[in-house]
């Protein structure tokens, strides 16, 4: 016996929904310039600025000697942090990375006894600032030596000043490399961007979307027809994930091919950064269902939007690393989740993390919406 | 319950914390028929309506559709019922095609959309938006939108607040031509001209409770029998039929 009538099936309701949602979001200018264009925008602004205030993180090898006049006057140029307490081992992974520009030794010189021997180690994922070290270095082994052959010349002794010149420099400076790979600007500053605009699409989009739905009270029609109302949620975010999961992947290809982005492992980078930002989405649409929840009309939806996002913008290595910050603003940097998602993104694409190599950040970010969807679950209005 | 009732509604009740919306009430619809709610805004009309709709939550009484209690299964009520709400909206960008799509995957069914855009007389707006529509093309497709699960029930909210003369009068040809398709109608207004033309039968309701339940005549007659006349002798025809007759009877906005 064939049965009459065919049991409702919420799933092809809620593929209408998404289909629907995904057309009215294509649909909306606004939404393809927040979270493409303005992206893209920053990106080459950005990726062309170099920055005249560049700061400098080197190495210096455990065991150096502190008291020459090199090193002393390197230690006050302005500009450069130190690092002073890590092994070898621990600071030439540190500029395999990217996270150091250089690595210094100093070491006495045999050459009677007084000046210096300045190693310098660079890699090839700090390029420029490398370069910047090791012209900083040079100069001031370039003056050491100049004062030492005027103290020498003003001997008057000729010989002395002869054999000086015929044997070896008072200091010297010695050179080597190892391998690393090349660490751009846009391999910093495209993770951050994309954060963010999963950040501000997420929210943003999120809390207009339900908040119109309600107030024209679409959603009311459909309360109407036999859909069940998560089905309306799950059919309006798959839409949302899935336009801004094109939008990432319009930028990482822009990205890769026009600005040289590092994808270690290639396509399979892409699509660890794809899956990291569907999370982020996840996360951050709770914050635009709490949104559309207390914003009493639409005017205010901004404005508490921002409060959600500017912060986060600032404050979580959109466009600086939180190293620069202050120790008591990294602790706020850390405890945002926009933070976890620049810096997941920045490990896979260029550090080539696995998955698993970034539960820290998953974890937390998972924490958050755990958090977030309570006070959804708490806030969000239907009607 | 007589065998020829869809709807069922006893001692209907809904109170918002201190107000009584509702206060009781009890009536049939018969299959086949246009019933009309009639009353001054606040009465109660829309509650009535939206909570046999499922849209509300009722205080108490009960509710059959169909056969089909409320309490039981809301769910199957709104596979049958058609809905057309007070000032709901749509996806502004999208056209009307794309929202026909929606609300037959919202119904799991499948729409002949240019047939059921001509029925609604907005056969040539297809692949326009919907935000561009005017407000009687606006309350065309939301009509149309309530027919593509083919049910056995509409209910239409105030359909013709806010159109002009020439709009409301086509949108009755079309709530006649709902009816006389098998479908049975249930609308409210608060236009006594348009209950008497449309409906078969009509409740007035008043602060939450039913005053009258008869045929438009029926009431006419009782209220003539009554010794009622009216103070102004009236002629044969009216302003809107002068209206009518020197700006057409055509649609005005296709």
């Known amino acids: 016996m064939k049965q009459k009538k065919v049991k409702y099936n919420q799933l092809i309701a809620m593929r209408a929904v998404a289909f629907a949602s995904f057309r009215s979001i294509t649909r909306n200018p606004s939404a393809i310039i927040f979270s493409i264009a303005f992206p893209l925008i920053f990106i080459i602004a950005f990726g062309f600025i170099n920055g005249n205030n560049i700061r400098m993180d080197v190495g210096i090898v455990p065991g150096s000697d502190t008291t020459g006049m090199i090193y002393k006057t390197f230690s006050v140029v302005p500009n450069i942090d130190h690092e002073t307490k890590l092994t ?22 045999s ?10 180690i660079t890699g090839k994922a700090s390029k420029e600032k490398a370069i910047f070290v090791k012209s900083i270095i040079t100069n001031l082994v370039d003056q050491q030596n100049i004062a030492y052959y005027k103290s020498l010349s003003t001997k008057a002794d000729s010989a002395d000043y002869q054999r000086a010149l015929l044997t070896n420099q008072p200091t ?24 963010f605009s999963i950040l501000s699409a997420a929210v943003f989009g999120t809390a207009f979307v339900f908040y119109s739905l309600r107030q024209t009270l679409v959603l009311k029609r459909f309360f109407a027809t036999p859909i069940r109302r998560p089905y309306i949620i799950l059919g309006e975010a798959l839409s949302r994930i899935v336009f801004q999961l094109l939008g990432a992947s319009v930028i990482i290809f822009i990205g890769h091919y026009v600005f040289d982005f590092t ?34 009309s639409e005017n205010v939806i901004p404005p508490i939007a921002n409060i959600v996002t500017l912060p986060q913008f600032l404050l979580c290595g959109t466009f600086f690393p939180i190293d620069s910050f202050p120790k008591w603003l990294q602790y706020i940097s850390k405890a945002l989740p926009l933070t976890y998602v620049n810096d997941a993104l ?8 696995g998955l698993m190599d970034i539960s820290h950040q998953i974890i937390v970010l998972i924490l958050w919406g755990v958090v977030i969807y309570a006070a959804a679950v708490r806030f969000f209005r239907w009607e | 319950m007589s065998p020829s009732a869809i709807i069922v509604v006893e001692n209907l009740v809904k109170h918002y914390r201190e107000i009584k919306a509702v206060n009781g009430i009890t009536f049939s619809v018969m299959k086949g028929e246009i019933f009309g709610l009639l009353g001054p805004n606040g009465a109660g009309k829309t509650t009535t309506l939206e909570i046999i709709e499922t849209l509300r939550e009722k205080t108490s009484g009960n509710i059959l559709v169909n056969g089909i209690s409320l309490d039981e299964n809301p769910n199957a009520i709104k596979q049958i019922i058609g809905v057309q709400l007070q000032a709901a909206n749509y996806y502004p960008n999208l056209t009307l095609y ?113 005053i009258s339940l008869a045929s438009p005549e029926k009431l006419i007659d009782d209220l003539i029998a009554s010794g009622f006349e009216k103070i102004k002798e009236v002629k044969k025809a009216n302003l809107e039929d002068v209206f009518l007759s020197l700006t057409g009877r055509e649609w005005r906005d296709m």
Not at chain 1, 267 to 290: K, Q, R, Y
Not at chain 2, 116 to 133: D, P
Not at chain 2, 156 to 174: S, V, Y
Request: net charge neutral; proline share 2%; hydrophobic share 45%.
């Open chain 1, 88 to 109: 070898v081992k621990e600071l030439e992974d540190r500029l395999s990375k990217g996270r150091l520009d250089a690595i210094l030794k100093f070491e006495k010189n």
């Open chain 1, 346 to 353: 920045r490990k896979i694409a260029f550090e080539g993390a």
């Open chain 1, 263 to 296: 994808l270690i492992h290639g396509l399979w980078t892409a699509i660890e950064m794809l899956l990291l930002s569907a999370l982020g989405l996840i996360v951050f649409m709770g914050f635009g269902f709490v949104v559309s929840g207390i914003a009493k």
């Open chain 1, 111 to 120: 050459f009677q006894g007084k000046p210096e021997v300045v190693e310098i």
């Open chain 2, 98 to 210: 794309e929202l026909l799509d929606l609300f037959a995957g919202l119904y799991n069914t499948s729409v002949d959309k240019d047939n059921m855009l001509a029925r609604v007389g907005l056969e040539t707006r297809g692949k326009s938006k919907y935000k561009i529509l005017s407000g009687g093309q606006k309350q065309r497709f939301s009509i149309a939108t309530t027919l593509i699960n083919k049910p056995l029930i509409v209910f239409l909210d105030e359909p013709t607040t806010g159109l002009d003369p020439q709009a409301r009068r086509n949108l009755w040809e079309l709530i006649k031509e709902i009816r006389d398709n098998g479908t049975t109608v249930v609308i409210t207004t608060h236009y006594m001209d348009e209950a008497e033309i449309l409906c078969d039968r009509v409740a007035i309701i008043e602060k939450g409770k039913i």
């Open chain 1, 172 to 195: 010297e400076l010695r050179e080597s490399k190892i391998s690393g790979r090349e660490y751009k600007m846009i391999d910093f500053i495209l993770p951050g961007q994309l954060g």
